[in-house]
């Protein structure tokens, strides 16, 4: 253009650097504002907007700021674009507060808000958990006669779902609705979905009669919803039929709603079709993710098929794809069960050498198989690694340790562990109990048995005359119903 020995305008300047803002070319950008300047053409309100917007998008906030104080000092008055952007972009940023404070400065300036404004500002205080401000907020809308559209009203919605409150999600839905709006696919797939978080499938599934009476088009995103909401409560053969009708309608399933039917599978103890349908993903054209990996190896190890989830463990890895603790810690916890003790430690290292976040699971597993193996030196060293690292020994650590005596008649320590969890605060459950029991019965000091049995039933109300000691392991631990207080007042005065 300059070639041709015509000057840029500003009004193709503007159009420049919005469509290079949008692109994230940031550099390009800078480079025009600097040509701009250069060339002696004054930037307008227009010019600010498009650029403080592309750097608060691309989350350069100081950049942002630095345009708005150039735009102060040239005398280019902000207005409600600029403002509004500011908004966005503190909401995005969770500063929700601050945003709030530029919304009153809106107003105290007689700026007319307009619906993208309201929505950003609905969007922010919901995702903050302040529901009760974006209620506020859109009821201020329709006071101020400011248009509500699809976008508002699905904000809410989600707001609403996400604190688990469906019944006030669908009245706005009701209320978009009287005011004459159009619910969209995007709307009903977020209700849909908080109805299946509350495990309410009938709500759920009568939404999605509704919405295609209505004529809405089910798309991937609400096939994703309704198959993971499904499998969460456990109607597996209903997901299995949406998927086959994912396909007969020519939707190609995401490897996220393969890998929610795969988990669901191996969840519910039909370890052949999750197998089947990691097959299916490959055959798909599907490169399995982190994600799918973890589930795969999950659910192997726990269908305590160690060798096939090594053997997936090692491919991932091959694919240049990193385990993650998930994997890790499945891994772990299946060789301990199935008495490969060498491999687990190796791996329980390699953990600790990436500088990985080792929860309570993977240190119990370990703890536990030790234990088994009669190993009381490398579990104490352990423990003593996992308070080291910020972890406090919780009720399915207590009771490895706890079997773990009992296993090796030592009961005098067993107790002793058992008196130290009570003083940590940590009440003993049922499987704890009958730990002791049963192995008093087995030792023949039947006075103590008896003595442990009344206290249980003591501290334990729910439990009967007919429970019979079981496996003690952690996975089987139901949460306990007494309080510490409860059970040192039953030991009172005791001895071991």
């Known amino acids: 253009m300059k070639e041709m020995g015509c000057s840029p305008d500003v009004v193709t300047y503007n159009s420049l650097i919005d469509g290079h803002g949008k692109c994230g070319e940031l550099e390009e950008v800078e480079r025009l504002v600097d040509d701009m300047r250069r060339s002696g053409c004054r930037a307008d309100v227009v010019t600010y907007n498009a650029l403080i917007n592309c750097f608060c998008k691309f989350e350069r906030m100081e950049r942002a700021y630095s345009y708005f104080g150039d735009m102060k000092r040239e005398g280019v008055k902000a207005n409600v674009v ?42 922010g205080t919901c995702k903050a958990g302040r529901l009760d401000d974006g209620i506020v907020l859109l009821n201020e809308m329709v006071h101020q006669g400011v248009p509500l559209n699809v976008v508002t009203y699905t904000v809410l919605v989600d707001g609403l779902c996400k604190e688990g409150k469906v019944v006030e999600a669908e009245d706005v839905l009701r209320m978009m609705e009287k005011a ?48 993971r909401g499904l499998c969460n409560v456990q109607k597996l053969e209903e997901a299995k039929n949406l998927l086959s009708k994912m396909d007969e309608s020519g939707l190609k399933p995401n490897y996220i709603i393969y890998t929610t039917m795969m988990d669901a599978y191996f969840k519910s103890g039909k370890v052949s079709e999750a197998i089947a349908l990691f097959h299916k993903i490959l055959d798909s054209g599907f490169q399995p993710n982190v994600i799918a990996y973890c589930a795969l190896i999950d659910g192997l190890c726990k269908a305590g098929l160690v060798d096939e989830a090594l053997s997936h463990f090692n491919k991932m890895r091959d694919l240049g794809l990193d385990p993650n603790v998930r994997a890790y810690t499945a891994l772990v916890d299946g060789l301990c069960k199935n008495g490969c003790l060498n491999k687990a430690e190796q791996l329980f290292n390699e953990m600790v050498g990436k500088g990985m976040s080792l929860d309570k699971v993977v240190y119990t597993a370990l703890l536990d198989a030790y234990l088994k193996q009669g190993n009381l030196q490398d579990a104490f060293a352990l423990k003593a690694k996992m308070i080291d690292s910020g972890l406090q ?59 442990l049995q009344n206290e249980m039933e003591r501290v334990l109300p729910s439990c009967t005359d007919g429970d019979t000691p079981s496996d003690v392991h952690p996975a089987n631990h139901q949460p306990p119903t007494s309080t510490c207080s409860d059970v040192s007042r039953a030991m009172s005065g005791d001895t071991v």
């Open 82 to 123: 600029t403002f509004s952007t500011f908004v966005d972009a503190f909401c995005k940023e969770g500063l929700v507060q601050e945003a709030m404070k530029l919304f009153a400065q809106m107003r105290v300036r007689g700026m007319t808000l307009n619906e993208f404004t309201y929505t950003c500002l609905i969007d």
């Open 180 to 227: 004459g709006v159009r619910a969209n696919e995007l709307l009903y797939t977020t209700l849909i979905h908080g109805y299946f978080m509350k495990k309410n499938s009938e709500k759920a599934l009568g939404l999605l009669g509704e919405m295609k009476n209505k004529g809405l088009e089910l798309d991937v995103s609400l096939y994703g919803a309704l198959i």
């Open 393 to 451: 020994l919780d009720l399915f650590c207590y009771t490895c340790f706890i079997s773990g005596f009992c296993n090796l008649n030592m009961m005098q320590e067993a107790r002793e562990v058992f008196s130290e969890m009570i003083g940590h605060g940590i009440a003993p459950d049922k499987a704890v109990y009958n730990c002791l029991i049963s192995k008093y019965q087995k030792l023949g000091n039947l006075e103590e048995a008896i003595r």
